[in-house]
């Protein structure tokens, strides 16, 4: 081949290369790929999703997340990801890699029935980036490479399908990438009916009856979930056994399909939009049309036991009419029968209450409203007499049960008809009349439900639920309402075995949200061609105690706790055993003390006699069970961890006495731990925690007011109080209320601030380190002797000093104050550690929080605007912004596996916790 040809064959290879690119950025990428388009027509719920760090920090705030991470299915697949991880040499900083990978994008997740008792789930996550593709990619590869797993690739209709396979369980995963959509699913025929549909690529996508709608553009929105309700019967097949749900299959005949947009808020998550009315013939929605939308008015005659309550707006005599009358009817039972159903209303309801074991019938209620009672009294006589049924009845308070002869169905129409064809027909055995509704039921069901109705046991005196129905919508033609916590054990009766099993692992996370509404209300012109029904589910978790759980802030993971009145004082943050999130008591402006989990629910309050000081978990130990410690008004209380008072507290001081500081000093082998209380008026008052004085030691009252808190603490088995005076003089008590030799000692200037302690075995080997107001630090011992003195910074006749330890005492700063100046300082640093200058004037307070290795941050308070400054160990302020906090201080705790901080602070009447995770 001469070299012309060569280069002309060349050529053209080039321009039928630039062609073929061109022509493919020109058709087939310019046109934008349709995600629901790849969604399979057979979808029974199809979520979307965007924005997905906010709505992970909303399923937190809603405390939904810890308990969707404790799924066994969400820990498998966390466990292959940080298996892939480890493989390919991933650190700590990769942990949110997936969430970074799903960002702002928009996620599908499609559940479909895949056979009989089966149901998967499709997902698709569109790439947006090379790197992203190389992500996922690498991902796999590296599974792939591990002897647990198997990876491979195969062809289906001229598209390549990646195949990761578990050698031991032999579970696969299949991906597909289409146009840099990725869909994957465990089930391999979801992604090979995603191959299916792109042959299709003019048929209409699952969302093509909403036309344009996008609620994900709205404002609030986390996500938005599309309902097929055709195919909600055979969902429901694979959860429940078939004859549990007919009634519900018959309600689901109002709508077709329906969207709807997700918002996840505190303690609800509300999902509304709109449905598209059946149009099948025979359906529910032919039946009900036209007739209007009621309001709940039986409330007041609901039980609280009530598990389940379906209210539909429907006259039984116009929504069911009779099939005819037969010609022998001597009795005229039957036009009986017709002219009881004309006294109804268009109101009727079908209740199940909770049931008394797993397993057991639960019992069933059946209520229709009656605008003329006596009218239908006259007539349900009329039927007893034709049946030749006894005239007795039983009487349960004003109410009378009398025995009836006829079925539900046959006056309530067949939504109470059986659910499986064959079943046989249980007749309502008796009837009774509550205000204006017509209850039926057999006569045991009966008797319970009337006591809950005389003793006040209905939803109208619940406050929860009165609460709740106010957020529902005030009328509709169908409401599904559900009390989780009644209806468990219904639950685990009708539920499939395989079901059963899945629901007791996740039992938590069904009983989140103990109340549950459903409801469809229609449009008020339904014979127009858009009519559509509008639809509202909302999940609530009762606000039963002191606060409420709201949205959090600008921190991502946020959470926010609000309470009726608001908090004083300073959180105070205690260790809580199997998690790394720490419980904190905090009391509120009434006086209350409010014990708060690590959960964020408040478990226990009680209220106190004055503001609480102290606060501080007391270890068990010579004969005192172990508790919080706290002091308020003239008692000391040690509170156990459902907020009981452990004997022998509280323990009480005089009335006149006011509690301004409490400090505890370990229990010995023997000897109960010793408790110090510091008065208002300057006093000190030695006990231990059995309620005993010490021998010999009075109410100690010092000629000067305390330049800080004392110090209690114990050597070589010698109780010591060490007492720190603005005049400049310490004095160390011992437990008789003596002064130890040596004492008191002068420190040279007037002093301010607490003190560091360094305990010894003996006295002398027990040092103690104080700041005067002359800008020097002294250290002393338990001997009377000054070890050292240095001067830390400048002094002045203005400037304030005050010695700052952290909460264990094993570190401190020293502040300086000059006007609206403040200046930190590290005792081995002539520098200071970082200077801030304020607006407002007055005591700045500060707080050390010291986790060694380093994790050092200084909390500086400004009360005037009620903001907090964080500065960690090297002086620069986090945030490069004060955080609002309005308490006297801030709690903080420091986890070491996660390598951050939990925050908590106080905002006017919230508490709000933020997890910190700081760069040293």
């Not at 996550?125 to 792939?144: F, H, K």
């Not at 301004?660 to 000897?671: I, V």
Request: aromatic letters at 6%; a positive charge.
């Amino acid at each position: 081949m001469s070299r012309k040809l060569l280069a002309l064959l060349t050529t053209l290879l080039l321009l039928l290369t630039l062609a073929t690119y061109v022509y493919y950025r020109r058709t087939l990428a310019a046109v934008p790929v349709d995600p629901y388009a790849l969604v399979p027509d057979d979808a029974v719920l199809v979520l979307s999703t965007h924005d997905h760090p906010t709505l992970v920090r909303h399923l937190q705030e809603t405390e939904l997340w810890d308990n969707l991470t404790a799924v066994r299915y969400f820990q498998q697949a966390a466990g292959h990801l940080a298996l892939a991880d480890s493989l390919a040499g991933g650190n700590s900083r990769r942990r949110n890699g997936l969430l970074n990978l799903l960002g702002r994008k928009l996620v599908i997740t499609s559940v479909h029935v895949t056979g009989p008792g089966e149901f998967d789930v499709l997902y698709q996550v569109p790439l947006s980036r090379v790197s992203e593709y190389r992500q996922v990619r690498g991902l796999l590869e590296t599974l792939g490479r591990d002897a647990r797993y198997r990876l491979a690739t195969r062809d289906y209709e001229g598209q390549e399908l990646t195949v990761l396979t578990e050698r031991r369980s032999e579970l696969s995963l299949t991906v597909f990438n289409y146009r840099n959509h990725l869909l994957i699913s465990t089930n391999a025929g979801l992604v090979e009916a995603v191959v299916r549909r792109l042959a299709h690529p003019d048929a209409p996508t699952v969302l093509a009856s909403f036309g344009t709608t996008d609620l994900l553009k709205l404002r609030g929105v986390d996500g938005s979930l599309l309902i097929n309700y055709r195919r909600l019967p055979q969902f429901l097949d694979v959860l429940f056994r078939r004859d549990a749900h007919g009634q519900v299959d018959q309600l689901a005949g109002l709508v077709s399909q329906g969207l709807l947009g997700l918002k996840l808020d505190g303690s609800r998550a509300q999902l509304q939009g709109f449905s598209n009315p059946e149009t099948a013939r025979g359906a529910l929605q032919q039946r009900l049309s036209g007739q209007p939308a009621q309001p709940l008015r039986l409330s007041e005659f609901i039980s609280t036991r009530t598990a389940l309550l379906l209210h539909l707006a429907a006259q039984p005599a116009r929504t069911w009419p009779r099939a005819g009358t037969p010609l022998v009817d001597s009795l005229g039972r039957n036009a009986a029968l017709d002219s009881l159903r004309a006294t109804f209303g268009g109101e009727m309801a079908i209740g199940y209450l909770a049931a008394v074991a797993a397993g057991s019938r639960p019992g069933r209620l059946a209520l229709v409203r009656c605008p003329a009672p006596a009218r239908t009294a006259q007539w349900l006589a009329r039927l007893r007499r034709i049946e030749g049924s006894s005239p007795a009845f039983t009487k349960v308070g004003p109410y009378e049960i009398h025995p009836v002869g006829f079925t539900e169905a046959e006056v309530l129409g067949p939504l109470l008809a059986p659910a499986r064809p064959g079943a046989v027909e249980v007749a309502a055995s008796a009837g009774v009349l509550v205000g204006s509704y017509l209850v039926l039921s057999d006569e045991l069901t009966l008797n319970g439900y009337l006591a809950d109705v005389m003793a006040g046991r209905t939803w109208a005196q619940t406050p929860a639920q009165v609460s709740f129905l106010q957020e529902t919508l005030p009328r509709a033609r169908l409401s599904i309402f559900v009390d989780t916590r009644n209806s468990w054990n219904a639950l685990l009766g009708v539920l499939t075995e395989d079901r059963r099993a899945g629901l007791l692992r996740n039992e938590a996370l069904f009983k989140r949200f103990p109340q549950f509404a459903f409801q469809l209300m229609p449009a008020e012109n339904e014979a127009a061609p858009d009519a559509q029904y509008y639809t509202q589910l909302l999940l609530r978790h009762p606000d039963l105690g002191p606060a409420i759980t709201q949205a959090g802030g600008a921190a991502a993971n946020g959470r926010v706790l609000a309470f009726q009145h608001s908090l004083v004082g300073m959180p105070t943050v205690l260790p809580a055993l199997g998690t790394r999130i720490p419980a904190v008591v905090v009391q509120d402006s009434a006086g209350t003390l409010h014990f708060v989990s690590a959960d964020n629910a408040v478990l226990w309050s009680d209220t106190l006699a004055g503001p609480a000081v102290g606060q501080a978990l007391l270890p068990s130990g010579g004969g005192v069970p172990g508790g919080l410690l706290l002091g308020a008004g003239h008692r000391l209380h040690l509170l156990a961890n459902d907020g009981r008072e452990v004997l022998p507290f509280p323990l009480n001081l005089p009335d006149t006495v006011h509690i301004a500081a409490l400090l505890a000093a370990p229990a010995g082998p023997d000897a109960p731990a010793r408790l110090l209380a510091r008065t208002a008026g300057h006093e000190l008052r030695l006990l231990d925690a059995r309620g005993h004085l010490f021998p010999g030691w009075q109410p100690k009252r010092l000629d000067f007011p305390l330049a800080g808190e004392p110090a209690l603490l114990s050597v070589s088995g010698r109780d010591v109080v060490v007492a720190p005076l603005q005049n400049g003089y310490v004095y160390a008590f011992d437990g008789q209320g003596n002064l130890f030799p040596g004492f008191p000692l002068s420190l040279g200037a007037r002093l301010a601030g607490n003190l560091l302690v360094q305990a010894g075995t003996t006295l002398g080997r027990t040092h103690l380190t104080a700041m005067n107001q002359h800008g020097e630090l002294v250290t002393f011992t338990l001997s009377g002797d000054i070890l050292t003195r240095r001067r830390v910074a400048t002094w002045s006749r203005t400037a304030r000093f005050h010695l700052v330890p952290d909460a264990r005492g094993r570190s401190f700063v020293v502040t300086r104050e000059d006007g609206n100046q403040l200046d930190v300082y590290l005792p081995n640093q002539a520098a200071p550690l970082l200077t801030q200058r304020f607006v407002t004037s007055g005591e700045m307070p500060v707080q050390l929080f010291d986790f060694s290795n380093g994790r050092r941050l200084v909390a500086v308070t400004e009360p005037g605007p009620g903001q907090v400054y964080l500065y960690n160990g090297k002086g620069r302020l986090l945030g490069d912004a004060p955080l609002p906090s309005t308490g006297t201080g801030i709690g903080l705790s420091y986890d070491a596996t996660t390598d951050a901080y939990q925050l908590v602070r106080i905002v006017g009447r919230e508490l709000r916790r933020t997890e910190l995770k700081l760069a040293q």
